[in-house]
C-alpha cells in the first residue's frame, strides 16, 4: 500500500480555470516526489489539496489507507511549509515551534524537548528565544522546517521554499531538507519550477503542465530520456 494515494483528483476554480485537471499519483514510504513545472501547472493547487488547504472539486486523497479528502488540515498527519515563511514575526522561536503543541495541550516538558529536537534537526540548536525576523532568510525557513515537524507528520509538503532565496543558499537548503529527509525517512512532496532542484533531490520527478502529469520517472530516467519541453529545453541549456 502507498502512504499518499492520490486518485483522479480535480479542482475547478470558482470562475471556471481547472488548475488540476484528474490527476492520479501515489508516492511510497519514506519516497521524495517533486512536483515539476512551470508557473501556473497547479502544483500549489495539488499540494495544498494534499494539505487540506483546498477542497478538490473530485477525486479522492488517502493516506495510510485511510481517506482524508474532506479532513481540515489539522486533522490531517501532514506537515507544510509554504513558500513565504509565514512565521509569527512578534513571536520567538520557540513560540512559534511550540505553538500546535500547547493547542494540542501537550504536557511542558514534552513541548521543550519537541522543540529542542526540531530545532537540533534544522542546525539552530540554542535559537529557542531569538525573535524571527531578527533571523536571516535561511534561518527563518530553516524555522518553518522544523515547525512543519514538530507534530510528527506522516507526510511533509514543500511549496517553493526557498524560492524567495539566492541561488547559493538555496542550493545549500536543499541538501539540508534532504539529509532531514532521509534521516527521518519522512514522505515528502517538494514543489518546485526548478528543474536543477527536482533532478538534484528527487526520488522521483512528476512534470506538470495546465494541471496534469506529463511525466512521472526518477530524476536519471527524465535527464536522459525528457519528454517534456520544459526539462529537455532546460538539459539542452546545460549541455
Ligand atoms: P503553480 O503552483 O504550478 O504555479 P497553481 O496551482 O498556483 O500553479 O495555479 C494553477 C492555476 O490555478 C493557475 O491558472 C492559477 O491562476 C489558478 N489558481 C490558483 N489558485 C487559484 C484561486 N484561489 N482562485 C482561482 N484560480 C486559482
Ligand atoms: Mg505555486
Not at 31 to 49: A, F, I, N, Q, Y
Not at 162 to 182: G, M, N, T, Y
Not at 202 to 209: C, F, L, S, Y
Request: charged fraction near 25%; hydrophobic fraction near 40%; glycine fraction near 10%.
Amino acid at each position: 500500500m502507498s502512504k499518499l494515494s492520490i486518485r483522479g483528483v480535480s479542482k475547478v476554480f470558482a470562475g471556471g480555470t481547472t488548475a488540476v485537471d484528474n490527476v492520479s499519483l501515489d508516492v511510497a514510504d519514506g519516497e521524495l516526489v517533486c512536483l515539476l513545472g512551470p508557473s501556473g501547472s497547479g502544483k500549489s493547487t495539488l499540494l495544498r489539496m494534499v494539505g487540506g488547504f483546498e477542497q478538490p472539486t473530485s477525486g479522492t486523497i488517502a493516506i495510510d489507507g485511510q481517506d482524508v479528502t474532506r479532513l481540515p488540515p489539522e486533522q490531517r498527519p501532514t506537515g507544510m511549509v509554504f513558500q513565504s515563511h509565514a512565521l509569527w514575526s512578534h513571536m520567538n522561536v520557540f513560540a512559534n515551534l511550540a505553538f500546535g503543541l500547547k493547542l494540542r495541550r501537550r504536557p511542558a516538558s514534552e513541548i521543550r524537548d519537541r522543540v529542542e529536537a526540531v530545532l537540533e534537526l534544522v542546525g539552530l540548536k540554542g535559537y529557542g528565544s531569538r525573535m524571527t525576523n531578527e533571523l536571516s532568510g535561511g534561518q527563518q525557513q530553516r524555522v518553518a522546517v522544523a515547525r512543519s515537524l514538530i507534530l510528527e507528520p506522516k507526510i511533509l509538503l514543500l511549496d517553493e521554499p526557498f524560492a524567495s532565496l539566492d541561488q547559493h543558499l538555496r542550493e545549500r537548503l536543499r541538501e539540508e531538507v534532504r539529509d532531514i529527509q532521509l534521516r527521518l525517512k519522512i514522505t515528502t512532496l517538494f514543489v518546485t519550477h526548478g528543474q536543477d532542484e527536482a533532478l538534484s533531490m528527487a526520488d522521483r520527478i512528476v512534470v506538470m503542465r495546465n494541471g496534469g502529469t506529463e511525466q512521472a520517472d526518477r530524476p536519471d530516467v527524465i535527464y536522459r530520456d525528457p519528454q517534456t519541453p520544459f526539462v529537455a529545453g532546460f538539459i539542452g541549456t546545460m549541455n
